[in-house]
């Protein structure tokens, strides 16, 4: 009767003469050909791939690490908005010890991915003016897979820094002092 018509639509030849198993064999032998050649094609595309999405996530946590430091600043800038000068008056005045209540709470905020820490605590006081905290937070974030791109002759950055800087209103004084004040008293670097 015939063959199935799988086979016919296969483009197999099922007539039992010399050439039909001929086309056969040679049909066999190329997707054999075929499967070695993929095989080889997706293991060099592979690494690159592989590199293509790994950058980009890289840098993701870069920016994730930056938001966490943002987020160490303005909580270490908070805290100092709410501590009260010492002193007698009219001498009140901010210290090391307030200083140091600021970058203690930024430095347990801080991500540890992070290296070489810093934070500068900068008071600024008058009379008259509106005093306010400006925490600096710093840390450098080592790249992992960006370096990848050596691998490709790029000249890349080990590292790069990631600083953020908040300003708050310290909270006790008239809310009429609307003039920033201008003097100014830094405490830091501190390192971690």
């Given at each position: 009767m015939g063959a199935p018509v799988g086979l016919l639509?296969?483009?197999?030849?099922?007539?039992a003469d010399k050439q039909g198993r001929g086309k056969m064999t040679s049909i066999m032998t190329t997707r054999e050909g075929?499967?070695?050649?993929?095989?080889?094609e997706i293991s060099l595309i592979t690494p690159?791939?592989?590199?293509?999405l790994y950058i980009p996530a890289d840098f993701g946590i870069a920016f994730f690490m930056g938001n966490l430091t943002q987020n160490a600043a303005r909580e270490g800038a908070r805290i100092g908005s709410g501590l009260s000068k010492?002193?007698?008056?009219p001498n009140l005045d901010f210290t090391t010890t307030h200083a140091q209540t600021v970058k203690d709470a930024v430095f347990d905020r801080l991500p540890d991915y992070l290296t070489n820490k810093r934070v500068t605590?900068?008071?600024?006081?008058g009379t008259a003016c509106m005093e306010f905290i400006e925490v600096t937070a710093q840390g450098d974030y080592?790249?992992?897979?960006?370096?990848?791109?050596?691998?490709?002759?790029?000249?890349v950055p080990d590292t790069v820094t990631i600083s953020r800087t908040t300003q708050i209103r310290h909270?006790?004084?008239?809310?009429?002092?609307?003039?920033?004040?201008?003097?100014?008293?830094?405490?830091?670097?501190?390192?971690?």
């Amino acid at each position: 009767m015939g063959a199935p018509v799988g086979l016919l639509a296969g483009g197999f030849n099922t007539s039992a003469d010399k050439q039909g198993r001929g086309k056969m064999t040679s049909i066999m032998t190329t997707r054999e050909g075929q499967r070695g050649q993929s095989i080889i094609e997706i293991s060099l595309i592979t690494p690159l791939l592989l590199i293509a999405l790994y950058i980009p996530a890289d840098f993701g946590i870069a920016f994730f690490m930056g938001n966490l430091t943002q987020n160490a600043a303005r909580e270490g800038a908070r805290i100092g908005s709410g501590l009260s000068k010492t002193g007698s008056p009219p001498n009140l005045d901010f210290t090391t010890t307030h200083a140091q209540t600021v970058k203690d709470a930024v430095f347990d905020r801080l991500p540890d991915y992070l290296t070489n820490k810093r934070v500068t605590v900068t008071f600024y006081t008058g009379t008259a003016c509106m005093e306010f905290i400006e925490v600096t937070a710093q840390g450098d974030y080592n790249f992992f897979l960006y370096q990848l791109m050596r691998l490709f002759g790029s000249a890349v950055p080990d590292t790069v820094t990631i600083s953020r800087t908040t300003q708050i209103r310290h909270n006790y004084q008239p809310y009429t002092n609307n003039d920033y004040c201008t003097g100014s008293t830094t405490f830091g670097p501190y390192p971690s």
